[in-house]
């Protein structure tokens, strides 16, 4: 899994790129419990759930049901989250599922439960750059920084450059429009 950092990178990315005040503070805090929601799965070790169990880690919270239903509560929620609930639900259905997709994109584990109830099954992605997080009492080690330098290079980066170009292209915009 990539650290609980970079899992919060989405939702902040999402809110930079936005129009200023368009997604309240508290839709932000909402999409970056989303995002990192899923791995609260994590107690199922404590649990002695198996790993590769449906509720396990990576399992069932890590699924587009998961997601649908952070979105929902959101959607019931939007009125306390200053927003639409169109807007609401949306935000916080990409949030979440970004927690899953780039697990996905990470060296270890068993794979993500995207099509759980449907499948079982564990999904990688065909590419996977991102170097799996250690554990908390792990992180601070020298695995645990190549992990940062990883998510810095295939997350923080890309991010930064998608909302980069996206201002830049919206400050454009407008003078383009002008112009006969």
């Not at 449906?54 to 919270?61: K, M, P």
């Not at 970004?98 to 099509?115: C, E, F, I, K, Y």
């Not at 759980?116 to 799996?132: E, L, Y």
Request: glycine residues 4%; contains cysteine.
């Amino acid at each position: 899994m990539p650290s609980i950092f970079t899992h919060a990178a989405v939702p902040l990315a999402l809110w930079c790129a936005s129009e200023r005040g368009r997604i309240s503070p508290r839709l932000l805090a909402a999409g970056v419990v989303a995002a990192i929601l899923p791995d609260a799965d994590v107690l199922a070790f404590a649990l002695h759930i198996p790993y590769a169990d449906a509720l396990g880690h990576r399992g069932a919270s890590h699924s587009v049901v998961f997601a649908t239903l952070m979105a929902l509560l959101a959607l019931l929620a939007a009125r306390r989250l200053r927003a639409t609930a169109m807007q609401a639900a949306t935000f916080v259905f990409v949030c979440a599922l970004s927690h899953p997709l780039l697990d996905a994109l990470t060296s270890g584990g068993l794979g993500v439960a995207l099509w759980w109830p449907w499948s079982d099954t564990r999904w990688f992605a065909p590419w996977r750059p991102i170097r799996v997080s250690p554990f908390a009492n792990n992180f601070f080690s020298a695995r645990g920084l190549q992990t940062v330098l990883s998510e810095l290079r295939w997350v923080w980066l890309p991010l930064f450059v998608c909302v980069l170009s996206w201002k830049l292209i919206q400050q454009r915009a407008p003078a383009d429009a002008t112009r006969p």
